[in-house]
């Protein structure tokens, strides 16, 4: 305990002394007087292309839905009036032709 502490009194006033100059010498930042980033024109492309994908997948999405959802009861109803009511075999068989 006693080397930790006298280790951190010798080192912390260089470590101090030596990052002064450096907080001295920093440029000062300006913040930006743009409420959006890239307003210029930038990226407005990109935001177009994004944004007119997403919309024709929704779409895409949606039209496939309910397209599927009357194809499956069109389908259901044709399976349901062509096959007439099964019925199971007796098991065991009561003859031997079985």
């Known amino acids: 305990m006693h080397l930790c502490r006298a280790a951190w009194r010798k080192l912390v006033p260089l470590a101090r002394a030596s990052s002064t100059p450096l907080l001295r ?3 000062l930042r300006s913040m930006s007087s743009s ?3 890239g307003s210029s024109g930038d990226g407005l ?3 177009l292309v994004v944004g007119v994908s997403v919309a ?5 999405i949606y039209r496939t839905l309910h397209r599927d959802k009357a194809r499956y ?3 259901a109803s044709y399976i349901e009036g062509r096959q007439p ?3 199971a075999k007796p098991w065991p068989p009561q003859s031997g032709n079985e």
Do not use: H, L, Q, T
Request: neutral net charge.
């Open 45 to 47: 492309i990109y935001y």
């Open 73 to 75: 009861a069109d389908r």
């Open 56 to 60: 024709g997948a929704g779409f895409y």
């Open 85 to 87: 009511e099964w019925k």
């Open 35 to 37: 409420s959006v980033p």
């Open 25 to 27: 010498n920093a440029p």
